[in-house]
């Protein structure tokens, strides 16, 4: 269960800084907004899984957990690179930006666009839980929770942690993946 709690924290992490963003520019955003966007990152979380759970019946024994350390490893890495470059965010957040309303609700296709944008760690993540056979139901909703809260969180808390979470979220999403490779591993 730690593990999968991790794996949701890891890949909705990205989620703050976007709500701290929406938070300093706009104010608190809507519920339904932030709603949205989390039940796709769950929704994103629990197909990675099932596909990951069901092709892991295809692998040789231990394959699995090789296959699986090496997504968490390269996704680590690659957060880490994004961390450092800082690409990426700033454009998915301008976009945002752009749709929101007086009431600070985003229109539908705004949330689905950045869910999916949001989701596509949480897919690529899910597809590794699922070959090490982390609990779908579990994950998926821990996933949507995670999302929930550190967007929600976000927006109520707009620039005042900004400077010090939101440019080291790639960081610490990448550090907590590597952390659970090794884990895997050992």
Request: without cysteine; hydrophobic residues 50%; glycine residues 12%.
């Amino acid at each position: 269960m730690v593990a999968a709690i991790l794996l949701a924290i890891s890949s909705t992490l990205d989620d703050l800084s976007i709500g701290f963003s929406m938070g300093l520019k706009k104010g608190r955003l809507a519920v339904r907004s932030i709603f949205g966007i989390a039940t796709i990152s769950g929704l994103t979380m629990a197909i990675g899984l099932l596909i990951g759970e069901q092709l892991a019946r295809f692998f040789p024994e231990r394959i699995d957990i090789y296959i699986s350390v090496t997504v968490f490893v390269l996704f680590g890495l690659w957060f880490l690179w994004e961390g450092y470059t800082g690409d990426d965010q700033e454009e998915a957040q301008e976009k945002v930006e752009e749709n929101l309303t007086e009431r600070q609700y985003m229109s539908w296709y705004a949330i689905v666009t950045l869910g999916l944008a949001l989701g596509v760690n949480s897919l690529f993540l899910g597809f590794s839980g699922g070959l090490q056979d982390y609990p779908v139901l579990f994950t998926s909703i821990a996933t949507g929770a995670a999302s929930m809260f550190f967007i929600w969180s976000g927006s109520r808390l707009g620039g005042r942690l900004t400077g010090w979470i939101g440019n080291r979220a790639d960081y610490i999403a990448g550090t907590i993946l590597l952390f659970m490779a090794v884990m895997e591993v050992v």
